[in-house]
């Protein structure tokens, strides 16, 4: 869904020089009646649709939305008190197209709860309640059932493989998979876990693992008490996720539940809990946000990604996550945006985007390539090789560096479709995801970091790749949890 739009007009983002411009301040620079200025982050986070008749300022980053003619445009262009006139952008998820062909799943499958992860899920808080004899016993018990066959027999011995078996075909009707962490990524997009008879640690995915997350994990850091936003298509209800709360900046959509999969996606990346089931995130007990501003398409305007990252700073938010970009040059608002959000102490980490292949702009894309301070994200493979569509830096632009790069080939996460399953999924989307969870575990290690020193420790404590030093390809090479966090 989009903003409905005046004829011959287009939606411009107006910024101020004066980043604390209010909204009759900003009606007078613009010369529109006060009471047509409406509070934009309020309005657009409830149901109700907009058009292009409406006036939205932008509170605290100093930008106004709204439609214009071309010659009004310019003319506002030239006041002395307009920092900039940009065109209201159309901004995508940074996926791979080739990987991300899920448009059928998502209009067919069915969303009631896989009774499978609800069986898990159950066991787990008898393990708490009854300790583990009587909690497994319980659960074996329930397996049966929910196999259809009494008779199935429960290896208690075989730590090594699967854990039950009967005669016959005991996995009729389900889907199967193979015990972590894979050597490759899943073939299968809706992985299943295989319980163990112990369940003595998670096992970690190869893309986890690569990042050193597991040695942070082993000196207390999961990401406690750190708020993370997802800015994105939402977050679904999964059994391997918490959501802490969020809103809605798509016109029309007051909730933030993810009707795309992409947000879901790259929320288990950051946070997917540490509970025996499915996968595990870098920061598994950090607190997530879902600021949905990409609809069910996984498109959205620049304006609402705006609108987000404002909810994101008056909301607490100490990381925000932005997997998704156009591949235009740096954008003043952005700008002011990810200003206003440091100086809040909020760390912001972005996709560099999936252009590395083109002709014209293989290079950073907005937001990631218009403040200094932005982390941008490249994405390699299993084999440390950086992905051809990863967008490069360049050293002619300051703005257009590659900060750094993690996993963003073959991912399985967390996905809603069906409801609390899982898909492999690739793109610059999914490497940022990685970083944002360091940043989580670096801000519960030093809480008083600015964005500015945890960018920088970001950077010395990766893994070079690639030619010797920081180059246009890798940045600054692989992250590295543990090292991040010494």
């Known amino acids: 869904m989009k903003e409905k739009k005046q004829?011959?007009?287009?939606?411009?983002?107006?910024t101020y020089v004066d980043s604390k411009t209010d909204a009759v301040t900003a009606s007078?620079?613009?010369n529109v009646n006060a009471n047509s200025v409406a509070n934009g982050v309020e309005l657009m986070a409830t149901a109700a649709e907009f058009g292009g008749a409406d006036v939205l300022h932008l509170d605290g980053i100093g930008s106004t939305v709204l439609s214009l003619s071309d010659q009004k445009a310019e003319e506002l262009k030239q006041d002395n008190r307009v920092l900039a006139v940009e065109e209201d952008v159309e901004v995508f998820a940074f996926e791979t197209l080739e990987d991300y062909q899920h448009q059928q799943d998502v209009e067919t499958a069915s969303n009631e709860q896989d009774p499978y992860y609800q069986l898990v899920q159950e066991y787990f808080k008898q393990g708490f309640e009854q300790g583990k004899a009587e909690s497994q016993k319980s659960f074996f018990e329930q397996l049966q059932q929910f196999l259809g066959n009494p008779n199935t027999r429960i290896n208690t011995g075989n730590t090594s493989g699967n854990a039950f078996s009967r005669t016959g075909n005991p996995f009729t009707g389900l889907q199967q998979r193979t015990d972590y962490p894979f050597p490759t990524p899943t073939t299968s997009p809706f992985a299943r876990p295989t319980p163990s008879q112990l369940?003595?640690?998670?096992p970690t995915p190869w893309n986890i693992a690569m990042v050193k997350a597991p040695a942070a994990w082993a000196r207390g850091l999961r990401g406690n008490g750190i708020k993370v936003a997802v800015i994105d298509t939402g977050i679904a209800a999964h059994a391997d996720l918490g959501v802490s709360g969020g809103a809605s900046f798509v016109p029309g959509l007051a909730s933030y539940n993810d009707d795309n999969g992409h947000g879901t996606h790259c929320a288990g990346i950051i946070a997917a809990r540490n509970n025996f089931i499915g996968v595990i995130g870098v920061a598994p007990a950090a607190s997530l946000y879902a600021?949905?501003?990409?609809?069910?398409?996984?498109?959205?305007?620049?304006?609402?990604?705006l609108a987000g990252m404002t909810w994101a700073r008056q909301n607490g938010m100490k990381v925000v996550s932005m997997s998704l970009g156009a591949n235009v040059p740096p954008m003043v608002a952005y700008q002011n945006a990810i200003t206003q959000l440091t100086n809040a102490g909020v760390t912001v980490v972005c996709a560099a985007g999936n252009n590395g292949q083109s002709t014209t702009f293989p290079y950073v894309g907005a937001p990631a390539n218009s403040h200094p301070l932005a982390i941008a994200v490249g994405a390699i493979d299993i084999n440390k090789i950086i992905a051809p569509w990863s967008s490069r830096g360049t050293h002619g632009s300051p703005w257009n560096p590659v900060t750094l790069v993690a996993p963003g080939v073959s991912i399985n996460s967390t996905f809603p479709f069906p409801a609390s399953s899982y898909k492999t999924l690739s793109g610059t989307s999914m490497a940022c995801p990685h970083v944002a969870g360091a940043v989580a575990l670096i801000k519960q290690k030093f809480p008083l970091f600015t964005p500015a020193q945890v960018k920088a420790k970001l950077i010395v404590s990766s893994s070079d790749l690639g030619v010797p030093g920081n180059d246009p390809t890798y940045g600054s090479g692989l992250l590295n949890c543990d090292k991040a966090t010494l």
């Open 7 to 14: 004829s011959g007009e287009k939606r411009y983002i107006v």
């Open 28 to 30: 007078q620079i613009l």
């Open 199 to 202: 369940f003595p640690v998670q």
């Open 291 to 305: 600021v949905k501003v990409l609809n069910s398409a996984g498109s959205g305007m620049t304006s609402w990604i």
